[in-house]
């Protein structure tokens, strides 16, 4: 049974187009993460969920757009791709919303490639 | 300026070289620091904590230095299952997330 879930692991789009990314996680944690990680190998946070309450949205365009259903499922859908959003979109889980103990549970990723 | 900053390497080391990585970070209020792994093409995974008097965990040393802001990750006796990215992360004081160092690279050679 894998922990943290993601669909898809790949995603190859046009410019302008819609998309989605969905996230399951079975391990009962109440906090939820997307990160990303660029061609830089920098993985930089994007949003947090505590319970299905957004508690951290950092600089991110506003057609980025979270959804969290139920404390399990953090999905994030994405308007009118551009060439930049090309990455490595990963979706993460905590036991706890303070992050003192330093554990995240990542999922496999999702590569998208705007073309 | 980075809240993380690492030498990205590669480090190409033969087996059963010790090998030792670095990283600064850049906020005082940081108050617990990790060693994550990240295989190629796979996601992060926790190696270890980094507690102020310095632990081990096997083959693996991690070490503190709050004065200097600065942490390192030791690897004594390399395997070829050690070629890896490993990213040094950090957690703030009041922050609800985790700031990730860009990794420094390491393979290790038969």
């Known amino acids: 049974d894998t922990a943290v879930s993601q669909t898809p692991k790949y995603l190859v789009t046009q410019m302008g187009n819609d998309k989605s990314i969905k996230c399951e996680q079975n391990?009962?944690?109440?906090?939820m993460y997307w990160y990303k990680q660029d061609s830089k190998k920098f993985l930089k946070i994007m949003f947090s969920?505590?319970?299905?309450?957004?508690?951290i949205n950092e600089t991110v365009p506003n057609r980025f757009s979270p959804k969290s259903p139920d404390k399990a499922h953090l999905n994030l859908h994405i308007n009118s791709l551009e060439l930049g959003d090309s990455a490595v979109y990963f979706c993460?889980?905590?036991?706890?919303?303070?992050?003192?103990?330093?554990?995240?549970?990542f999922g496999e990723g999702s590569r998208l490639t705007v073309l | 300026r980075k809240e993380v900053e690492q030498d990205p390497g590669p480090f190409n080391v033969p087996e059963g070289a010790t090998v030792a990585f670095n990283c600064t970070y850049s906020?005082?209020?940081?108050?617990?620091f990790f060693w994550y792994r990240q295989d190629c093409r796979k996601e992060p995974k926790l190696l270890m904590s980094?507690?102020?008097s310095g632990n081990e965990d096997g083959r693996f040393t991690a070490q503190l230095n709050r004065a200097s802001q600065y942490i390192s990750l030791l690897i004594r006796d390399s395997k070829l299952s050690d070629s890896a990215t490993y990213l040094c992360v950090v957690s703030r004081t009041g922050a609800n997330n985790l700031f990730f160092g860009t990794g420094t690279r390491l393979t290790v050679i038969p």
């Open positions: 391990l009962g944690h109440d906090t």
């Open positions: 993460a889980s905590s036991p706890r919303r303070d992050t003192a103990h330093g554990e995240l549970f």
């Open positions: 969920y505590n319970n299905k309450e957004l508690i």
């Open positions: 906020n005082s209020a940081s108050q617990s």
């Open positions: 980094v507690y102020s």
